[in-house]
């Protein structure tokens, strides 16, 4: 298995234009998680689903933010208009949770310059 | 000029040595626990695991202690290596949170060779 894959893996974008991230999870699991890390406030997690469903959204920070999942291998993260205070770098994570414990699987990440 | 940031906990040991890392959780309700290790410019990996009926897990060179009286996890490296050098994260499960862990702030490790 190829693991979660995101794209890009870098990206660098001027303030105001809009971003993009992308995640695939790891085939069978059913539930995805975004999350944000940063030196200042380390690994946040900004919203998960569970089937495709948003379960919890309390961690994305503004309107400005947003998530979708229109199926069972396919996640965007989207920021429109950026910010230089957007910048870090954002993983994407997937979990099998029908079965017993299992552990999150985190994606390479995607780091994100917004200048 | 200086950075400002989070300031993680770091502890120092020479190769060789083992290494206790330390971790506090928050919800007595948490069933599930999982240690994580993160290299610069990686995504974080999955170490070891301990669900909350055990007190002890071991693995290879490592093994995770819990104590559910004062909620500690702790984490300890056998014959530490220059390899082990990260950033190592506890992580909790909520039960019934379909999967979704709360991830402590992370101790770095540095082995020094």
């Known amino acids: 298995d190829a693991g979660v894959i995101q794209s890009p893996r870098h990206e660098v974008t001027e303030m105001g234009q809009e971003v993009t991230l992308r995640c695939k999870p790891i085939?069978?699991?059913?539930?995805l998680f975004w999350y944000r890390q940063t030196m200042m406030r380390g690994l946040e997690l900004l919203i998960y689903f569970n089937n495709n469903v948003p379960i919890d959204d309390s961690g994305m920070p503004e309107d400005r933010f947003s998530a979708k999942m229109p199926n069972a291998s396919f996640s965007t993260l989207k920021i429109q208009p950026s910010e230089p205070r957007d910048s870090a770098v954002y993983f994407c994570?997937?979990?099998?949770?029908?079965?017993?414990?299992?552990?999150?699987?985190f994606g390479p990440g995607t780091r994100l310059t917004v200048l | 000029g200086e950075s400002v940031g989070l300031h993680l906990p770091t502890l120092s040991v020479q190769e060789g040595d083992n290494s206790i890392i330390n971790c506090a959780y928050s919800n007595s309700a948490s069933d599930y626990f999982i240690w994580y290790k993160q290299e610069s410019g990686k995504g974080p990996q999955f170490i070891i695991d301990i669900r909350s009926n055990m007190d002890k897990r071991q693995g290879q060179r490592v093994t995770v202690l819990l104590n559910k009286t004062v909620k500690h996890l702790s984490l300890q490296i056998a014959a530490t290596q220059p390899g082990d050098s990260a950033v190592y994260f506890c992580?909790?499960?909520?039960?019934?949170?379909?999967?979704?862990?709360?991830f402590g702030k992370g101790t770095k490790l540095s082995v020094k060779p």
């Open positions: 992580a909790e499960r909520v039960w019934g949170s379909q999967g979704n862990l709360i």
């Open positions: 994570a997937s979990i099998e949770t029908s079965g017993s414990d299992n552990e999150q699987f």
């Open positions: 085939s069978g699991h059913n539930s």
